[in-house]
């Protein structure tokens, strides 16, 4: 029984499984002939490593794997699929009818959670303090919320007008409106969660995923993120001097 230790998500002692923080097909196609990726550990310094697997720690029971697993596997065609075309008259917004709005969303919640109790250091500005609890106890219900409940908005990320997917970047946040948001930048995309006991407003709910409606995501090129633009040419020459 000495091996056997608390759950995080359903707080129970069994023997805890290698989880993954970030699921790993969203690092294969970073994966070059020596399954090794390019990732951006460090935003504020550029700074780059070539890691062989995607960061792992002892944290669910098997049975809980199991059900963070049900929201991935969903979620997985949204990095797999092609992009579908913009929507009439938009130059921005895509409409992906076969993502449910909430497995999608407890699976964007589920990677920002585990950030958040993960030990490791490429997580260190993920703490979501009391909302930690709070979040753990939806992903174990399964309970996405409403739409102001941890709003979820996706952007999908571009390169000189083309789908850039081979990029990975440590989570961190910043203050829209006061209101505290989470970034994490997932294959293609950059997940912007906002996580405040002031609810967001205005466009910000317009743009977050609802229950009612479409999920949705919205074309941005990479120099529009500016936490990402200056870090992005950082990362660019450290590769260069990265041995093969």
């Not at 075309?85 to 895509?94: E, N, V, Y």
């Not at 571009?158 to 930048?185: K, Q, S």
């Not at 990402?228 to 093969?244: E, F, G, I, M, S």
Request: charged share 25%; with cysteine; glycine share 4%.
């Amino acid at each position: 029984m000495s091996n056997l230790k608390p759950c995080r998500l359903c707080l129970q002692p069994h023997k805890l499984c290698r989880s993954h923080i970030v699921p790993e097909f969203l690092y294969q196609i970073l994966y070059d002939d020596a399954h090794r990726f390019i990732e951006l550990t460090d935003v504020r310094k550029g700074v780059a490593k070539q890691p062989q697997k995607g960061h792992r720690e002892h944290l669910l029971c098997s049975g809980c794997e199991g059900k963070i697993n049900r929201f991935e596997k969903h979620a997985r065609r949204l990095f797999v699929d092609e992009l579908p075309p913009l929507i009439p008259r938009s130059k921005c917004i895509r409409q992906h009818p076969r993502i449910d709005y909430s497995l999608a969303k407890l699976f964007f919640l589920s990677v920002l959670w585990r950030a958040s109790v993960s030990s490791l250091s490429i997580f260190k500005h993920v703490s979501l303090g009391p909302h930690e609890e709070k979040i753990r106890a939806m992903l174990e219900r399964g309970d996405a919320g409403g739409v102001l409940e941890y709003p979820v908005a996706v952007h999908s990320l571009f390169m000189n007008g083309e789908h850039f997917r081979d990029f990975m970047a440590e989570p961190t946040f910043m203050r829209v409106e006061g209101r505290l948001c989470y970034r994490l930048v997932l294959m293609g995309f950059v997940v912007l969660i906002y996580v405040d006991k002031v609810p967001i407003r205005g466009a910000y709910v317009r743009m977050a995923m609802a229950p009612d409606r479409p999920f949705e995501t919205y074309q941005t090129e990479l120099r529009e993120f500016k936490f990402l633009a200056a870090v992005w040419d950082t990362a660019c020459r450290t590769k260069t001097n990265l041995h093969p």
